[in-house]
């Protein structure tokens, strides 16, 4: 099993309060700080109900704050295929997703009103070729997850379950803590290991 097209979902915490608007600074401020060959545009969909916000378009990754299902969260998109045993691929994406969720917690345009959380992850595989959502590759992709979860949540137990069970919907899966966790904390928790 060849890991690619993570995306990982963090969730806002429940005060939080969400203004598109200042997410689109942000991600113009995004663009303007990087090389100019790293970000291409972003595209405003906060006009969609339950869709996915504001998004900040890459040649790699895609970044938004997504609002699928009616929550709100920072989505990590990856889109290209990268080389790498499965664990150094998903250490990359969670590194990568948490980093930006705690940048937007110290962006002033949010006016520090946008937090996040770590009791609530999800993991999915933007590929229904490579992952199936089937019974099988939960098993084999937890098999894979579930260690570097073990370090990044620093022993607050964990559960993971499956989001849906149709086969015609993509590879999810819900990380589910028994504490909250800042995203601090399980950068730290990775920093420390």
Same mark, same amino acid.
């Given at each position: 099993?060849?890991?690619?097209?993570?995306?990982?979902?963090?969730?806002?915490?429940?005060?939080?309060?969400?203004?598109?608007?200042?997410?689109?600074?942000?991600?113009?401020?995004?663009?303007?700080?990087?090389?100019?060959?790293?970000?291409?545009?972003?595209?405003?969909?906060?006009?969609?109900?339950?869709?996915?916000?504001?998004?900040?378009?890459?040649?790699?990754?895609?970044?938004?704050?997504?609002?699928?299902?009616?929550?709100?969260?920072?989505?990590?998109?990856?889109?290209?295929?990268?080389?790498?045993?499965?664990?150094?691929?998903?250490?990359?994406?969670?590194?990568?997703?948490?980093?930006?969720?705690?940048?937007?917690?110290?962006?002033?345009?949010?006016?520090?009103?946008?937090?996040?959380?770590?009791?609530?992850?999800?993991?999915?595989?933007?590929?229904?070729?490579? =992952?199936?959502?089937?019974?099988?590759?939960?098993?084999?992709?937890? $098999? %894979? +997850?579930?260690?570097? /979860? !073990?370090?990044?949540?620093?022993?607050?137990?964990?559960?993971?379950?499956?989001?849906?069970?149709?086969?015609?919907?993509?590879? =999810?899966?819900?990380?589910?803590?028994?504490?909250?966790?800042?995203? $601090? %904390? +399980?950068?730290?928790? /990775? !920093?420390?290991?």
């Amino acid at each position: 099993m060849d890991l690619q097209q993570i995306n990982i979902k963090v969730f806002v915490t429940a005060d939080s309060l969400i203004n598109y608007e200042n997410f689109i600074k942000v991600f113009n401020r995004w663009m303007e700080e990087a090389d100019q060959d790293d970000y291409l545009n972003y595209a405003d969909y906060s006009h969609t109900s339950a869709g996915p916000g504001v998004l900040l378009i890459s040649k790699r990754a895609n970044y938004s704050i997504d609002n699928a299902m009616n929550r709100h969260g920072f989505l990590y998109n990856r889109k290209h295929k990268i080389e790498g045993e499965n664990r150094e691929k998903i250490r990359q994406a969670f590194v990568e997703t948490l980093n930006r969720c705690q940048r937007l917690e110290k962006a002033e345009e949010l006016e520090n009103e946008v937090h996040f959380t770590g009791q609530e992850i999800m993991f999915m595989i933007n590929n229904r070729h490579i =992952a199936p959502n089937t019974p099988e590759m939960f098993e084999a992709v937890k $098999s %894979e +997850l579930t260690p570097f /979860l !073990e370090q990044m949540y620093g022993g607050t137990n964990f559960t993971l379950d499956r989001t849906s069970e149709d086969v015609r919907e993509r590879f =999810a899966m819900r990380i589910s803590a028994s504490s909250d966790m800042e995203i $601090s %904390e +399980l950068l730290t928790n /990775l !920093e420390n290991q």
